[in-house]
């Protein structure tokens, strides 16, 4: 869903999309392993300086864009200045955990509290209430439902005019997608735009339980502020 979107704002003439610019940061931060870690150190930034320099492009290349959509990880900030990332407009997109789990399963056994991100997602948007600053807050299920009306109501929370052109992208890989596309985004890539369909329910993973249950606070906390 986080693609998704992503690809959707891709489709805005006034805008430039970057696909997670801290995960290379991320990995060598945290140590994780991941299928992807290699093809992603060989070719994104990690040093914690080049990586926050890395969401800002010049203007050259920004050239007749107005506005720069970047997509994160929320445990992607571990180890960075929160100084350096409160500016610009905040989004907070999430899912029920059980489809978390089941996304991270191709690839990951047995995902972590750190890998599901409630408590940071929560994090910052305490973090930013505390400064005023409300972030908005968007349930992937409420997007999936009715998404026409959703990314209305995203643009207008913005302040970004709206373009119908993010209801569509061609199928298929994307120049925006970072280098970990081949192990991730099979499903968006067999999409061509954003079609209103029934959330799916997956069953919680064998031994993930406690897991699930750890991350429903948060969870519901986050659905309060959804639009």
Known sequence: MSTALMYSFAQRQDTRVL?????????????????????????????????????????????????????????????LPWSRLESGKHV????????VMASYSAHIER?????LCYGHQLAILERLEADGKRPVVVCSDRLQTAPEAQLKEL????????????LHWEAGARPEDGPWAPWWYGGVHRSAGWEARPPANPDVPPGLDDLYHGCLQAYTQLLEYAL
């Open 111 to 115: 995902p972590t509290m750190q890998d």
């Open 19 to 79: 696909d997670e610019p801290l995960y290379g940061h991320f990995l060598v931060h945290s140590g994780v392993d991941r299928p992807d870690r290699e093809a992603t150190l060989a070719s994104w930034p990690s040093a914690p300086d080049e990586a926050l320099e890395h969401i800002r492009p010049s203007a050259q290349e920004c050239e007749g864009e107005r506005i720069l959509f970047c997509k994160h990880i929320a445990n992607h900030i571990d180890g």
């Open 155 to 166: 643009c207008a929370a913005l302040d970004m005019e709206w373009d119908p052109a993010i």
């Open 92 to 99: 907070l997109l999430f899912r029920n955990p059980a489809a």
